[in-house]
């Protein structure tokens, strides 16, 4: 009744095809389907939609008998728009090498996911490649990296017996992979071979943030950026393409319900510049430069980065905003410093009084300055601070010390806050501490000491630093003279050689 290339698949043949695959909720084919019994293997373990093909009428019978969908009755004829995770397959020994090229185009037409094909065939198919089928299938199987495992007698106790040796075939296309990897390595190639002129312009402009030993390797990374970024939005705006054409095609068909899922087609400007924010994030290495500052200073170049955002992502416009970044790195380091100089001088009444200075300044009356104790206080909803807050971890029983890294967040973050502004005028500034006690910290730069009424008390030990700070704001606010001032005026001499005799002897003026 049946074909002499008829063997059902035995339970150990469907054993092996189907080790190692995962098939919840797949949709597979199975091209040679017979009368099912592959198909009831996939079945009996997955919840599965299985497409078969059987060219015999009578098994196709057997088939649709068993509640199968056959959809076809030539595998090699077979046409689809339909997208498979898997087609498994044990197709006719003598025709075997056509069958799974088939198979192998039919998943290299595949746009959305991966096929993974399991094929049982005679070995001779892959041990002696005489004709032109079986030699394309090699290269195939070798250029996907196809695993082959040979067995003898699989078929020894089947319903049709056959001692021929076999082999079970193993593999997955994934073109959309595939041709993902190649436009990444057209990128890399591209990169790797831009001449030296291209690089020049760029390397002049990174050279006020990166080490000179390390210029090259993040030119060619920011370069490799700018295509990945080029390949990023096409292939943004193919996806868009599509789903325009889709909504205006289903516009123009006569009223009906339609199983296409929308896309929100609004939404292309601000994919786009999400995206180019992150390249730019990414391109301008935000980390390196804002690691440097304090949170206001951060907040203020992020502020940048919203803006920059907007301009497109070209070698030209790179070079142009890095340059913009150099020269508002000094005015980011003044904001840090006017922000806690005004964040620390707003605490002047009753015990805070004395974290200010007040003196006579240049064509003012109304100056003042940090003074070297600073009080500073923390919110911690009324309950104040105890031991745990203060740097003792409860987690150290045995002879537990006081740590700077367990100190409370907020109290930690605000030092660690201070530390990059004053490295900003000093970077020698240390952000290690040393314990004298449970809430006593200290390095050479400071001093700070915690409450359990929820205070800090901040001694500044560097003199010269804590001058350098106080001009450097109240020349910005006024209170004080130009440098090119004390160098030329008497009386911004004398006032400076009053209140900040370290600053003054830095300019080489005699007090």
Same mark, same amino acid.
């Given at each position: ?75 090699? #004829? ?24 088939? !198979? ?23 041990? #002696? ?15 996907? =990296? ?32 595939? #041709? ?18 291209? #690089? ?41 393409? !599509?789903?325009? !054409? ?33 390249? *730019? ?17 951060? =907040? =203020? ?60 300044? *240049? ?23 105890? !031991? ?34 004053? =490295? ?34 901040? *001694? ?18 006024? *209170? ?32």
């Amino acid at each position: 009744m049946f074909s002499t290339n008829f063997y059902p698949s035995p339970e150990k043949v469907a054993r092996l095809l189907l080790e190692d695959l995962n098939l919840t909720d797949a949709r597979v084919l199975e091209p040679s389907a017979g009368k099912g019994d592959l198909v009831d293997a996939i079945a009996k373990e997955n919840s599965v939609k299985i497409d078969c093909i059987e060219l015999n009428q009578d098994l196709q019978g057997v088939l649709h008998s068993k509640g199968n969908t056959v959809q076809a009755d030539d595998f090699i #004829n077979y046409e689809t728009y339909t997208e498979y995770d898997a087609i498994i397959m044990n197709p006719p020994f003598d025709n075997g090498a056509k069958h799974l090229l088939k !198979a192998i185009r039919l998943a290299e037409k595949q746009i959305s996911k991966p096929c993974n094909i399991r094929c049982i065939l005679n070995a001779e198919t892959i041990r #002696n490649p005489h004709t032109f089928d079986r030699q394309t299938l090699l290269n195939l199987l070798n250029q996907y =990296q196809a695993t082959f495992s040979y067995h003898d007698d699989l078929f020894i106790d089947a319903e049709r017996k056959t001692s021929v040796r076999t082999v079970i075939i193993k593999l997955t296309i994934d073109r959309v992979r595939t #041709n993902v990897s190649d436009l990444y390595a057209k990128i890399l190639n591209t990169v790797k071979n831009a001449t030296l002129e291209e #690089n020049q312009k760029l390397e002049k402009s990174l050279s006020c943030f990166v080490k000179s030993n390390e210029i090259n390797e993040r030119v060619n990374s920011i370069k490799t950026l700018v295509y990945q970024y080029e390949a990023h939005v096409k292939l943004i705006k193919e996806r868009f393409k !599509a789903d325009t !054409a889709l909504k205006y095609f289903e516009s123009m068909l006569p009223s009906m319900s339609y199983c296409s899922k929308k896309s929100n087609l609004t939404q292309i400007n601000d994919d786009i510049q999400s995206t180019r924010y992150t390249y *730019w994030e990414q391109i301008l290495q935000t980390d390196e430069f804002s690691k440097q500052l304090t949170e206001h200073g951060k =907040q =203020q170049l992020r502020k940048q980065m919203e803006t920059s955002a907007s301009m497109e992502i070209n070698l030209v416009n790179i070079e142009l905003l890095l340059m913009a970044v150099t020269q508002n790195s000094s005015s980011l380091c003044l904001e840090s410093c006017l922000h806690f100089f005004k964040e620390i001088t707003k605490y002047h009444q009753k015990e805070y009084s004395n974290n200010v200075h007040y003196y006579n300044g *240049w064509k003012t009356n109304n100056a003042f300055k940090v003074n070297k104790k600073i009080i500073k206080p923390f919110d911690n909803y009324g309950r104040g601070m105890d !031991a745990s807050d203060m740097g003792l971890s409860y987690y150290n029983t045995v002879n537990p010390k006081p740590e700077f890294n367990h100190v409370r967040y907020s109290v930690r973050e605000y030092i660690l806050d201070l530390v990059k502004m004053l =490295q900003l005028l000093k970077p020698s500034v240390s952000n290690e501490f040393i314990a004298n006690g449970i809430g006593d910290f200290e390095n050479e730069t400071f001093r700070f000491k915690m409450f359990s009424k929820g205070t800090v008390h901040i *001694w500044i030990k560097d003199q010269e630093l804590l001058e350098y700070f106080n001009v450097l704001c109240g020349q910005h606010f006024n *209170w004080l003279p130009s440098d090119d001032e004390i160098k030329q005026d008497d009386e911004a001499r004398e006032i400076m050689a009053k209140e900040f005799k370290h600053y003054t002897k830095k300019l080489n003026i005699a007090g």
